[in-house]
């Protein structure tokens, strides 16, 4: 009896560990790829390796001289973004400066304009890309809250929503998670080969 008990633990750690050792596996590869790409990247581009979206393989961010964000799906890079891809944004203070850890989410600040007002839009991860999905304004006004829908004459529409449907929609996209500042490094040799670990 204990000798059937202890084959059944054993196949269970076996079914357990199997999914790690492929994570790592693919971990690895994307590390690889990723630290190939940079080296190929002006010397003044930023970059930094971060767990984006919701499995344990990391994704690369890369600035200069655009801004584009990669991860590893089917044992390949895949640009899941691009500051080019989006209409209604100016590059002049365009950042992306905060993430939600494995939860497919960032936050970028976009160029407002007017003195004394700020912003922020929060992307998601769909179909295959990130795209925008909520944003935030604040002004002498006031708070404004937005959502984000493909519109008829541009890419993405904001539409006026409450605090409380904001809050809402980012609670269903990130659940209780706290945003996590990006640290970026400039593209040397010794960042990559500290930061792109393999």
């Excluded at 964000?69 to 989006?86: A, C, E, G, P």
């Excluded at 850890?101 to 936050?107: D, H, P, T």
């Excluded at 708070?143 to 809402?168: C, D, E, L, M, N």
């Excluded at 945003?179 to 040397?188: F, H, L, P, R, V």
């Amino acid at each position: 009896m204990k000798s059937v008990a202890f084959v059944f633990c054993m196949a269970l750690l076996g079914q357990m560990l199997l999914p790690a050792a492929q994570v790592q596996a693919a971990s690895r590869k994307a590390l690889k790829a990723y630290k190939n790409y940079m080296q190929k990247q002006s010397k003044d581009s930023i970059f930094a390796v971060f767990y984006l979206d919701k499995d344990s393989v990391p994704d690369l961010i890369y600035y200069l001289p655009s801004k584009e964000i990669y991860t590893w799906k089917n044992n390949q890079m895949k640009r899941v973004y691009s500051f080019d891809l989006y209409s209604g944004e100016m590059p002049e203070g365009h950042r992306i400066t905060y993430y939600y850890k494995k939860k497919g989410a960032f936050i970028t600040i976009p160029h407002v304009g007017v003195a004394g007002c700020s912003g922020e839009n929060y992307y998601v991860y769909k179909n295959n890309k990130y795209v925008p999905a909520l944003g935030r304004t604040k002004s002498p006004e006031g708070v404004k809250y937005w959502r984000y829908k493909p519109g008829k004459y541009s890419k993405y529409t904001p539409t006026a929503i409450t605090k409380s449907q904001f809050h809402k929609a980012l609670k269903k996209q990130v659940g209780t998670k706290k945003a996590t500042k990006i640290k970026y490094y400039s593209n040397t040799a010794k960042n990559r080969n500290k930061q792109i670990c393999k």
